[in-house]
């Protein structure tokens, strides 16, 4: 039972346009989200995080919006880049020292 | 900086064989992870440390997967004995209580 859901496994954006990568999840007691971004032969690292008393965050041109009602979270990147060709990971957790729960990933390409 | 270092980057076997895999994480941190990432589950967390004690297993998959953390700055996650089906990239993460995650460069494991 999958807690955290990224229902598009990839994802081409033109570079210059807007890249939007989607999350759900299902657990309420979640109040953390985060995006992680994973290159080829890579770690994971830390891209943007959102707390649960917050709708949106912004770093440069990544935003992230939450949605509590929806259990909808998004990510947009604008604009879109090359270099952000990735696979991007959703990942929630609830406070009290829990670990992360992933979502499978969407791969993002950015055609130049 | 010194990040999570995992060993060995890649690992061939046959199955049957026994697979170790280590992990040094990140100075001062106080919680370990063990992921695996395949096509079909995505990132997957095995299991979890916290300062050194095993907190939650139930992700690791069957008997033959084991991990332990002797200390602070070491960790091993073994598997024995392998099969093909345990084939997939496995990290390891560490951070300081709850929240982002610095993952290692991960080892690729491919067992024929």
């Known amino acids: 039972d999958q807690q955290v859901k990224q229902n598009s496994p990839s994802l081409s954006v033109q570079e210059g346009r807007i890249s939007i990568l989607n999350c759900d999840y299902t657990?309420?007691?979640?109040?953390?989200f985060l995006w992680y971004k994973k290159y080829p032969a890579e770690g994971p690292t830390f891209l943007i995080s959102?707390?649960?008393?917050?709708d949106k965050n912004e770093d440069g041109r990544f935003t992230v919006f939450l949605n509590k009602s929806a259990k909808h979270l998004s990510l947009h990147i604008v604009p879109s880049q090359p270099g952000d060709s990735a696979v991007y990971f959703c990942?929630?957790?609830?406070?009290?020292?829990?670990?992360?729960?992933f979502g499978k990933g969407t791969r993002l390409s950015v055609i130049a | 900086d010194a990040g999570v270092i995992q060993s060995p980057r890649h690992e061939v076997t046959e199955m049957g064989q026994e697979v170790t895999l280590r992990c040094k994480p990140i100075?001062?941190?106080?919680?370990l992870f063990w992921y695996r990432q395949t096509m079909m589950r995505g990132l997957e967390l095995l299991i979890y440390?916290?300062?050194?004690?095993?907190?939650?297993d139930s992700g690791m998959p069957e008997d033959r997967f084991s991990a332990k953390m002797p200390n602070a700055s070491f960790s091993t996650l073994k598997i024995q004995p392998s099969e093909p089906r345990d084939s997939a990239v496995y990290f390891c993460?560490?951070?300081?209580?709850?929240?982002?995650?610095?993952f290692g460069e991960g080892s690729r494991l491919t067992v024929l």
């Open positions: 959102i707390s649960s008393i917050k």
């Open positions: 440390f916290n300062n050194n004690v095993p907190i939650d």
């Open positions: 100075s001062g941190h106080n919680s």
């Open positions: 990942a929630a957790y609830f406070s009290g020292n829990t670990p992360l729960v």
């Open positions: 993460a560490s951070s300081f209580s709850a929240g982002e995650l610095f």
């Open positions: 657990n309420s007691m979640f109040d953390y």
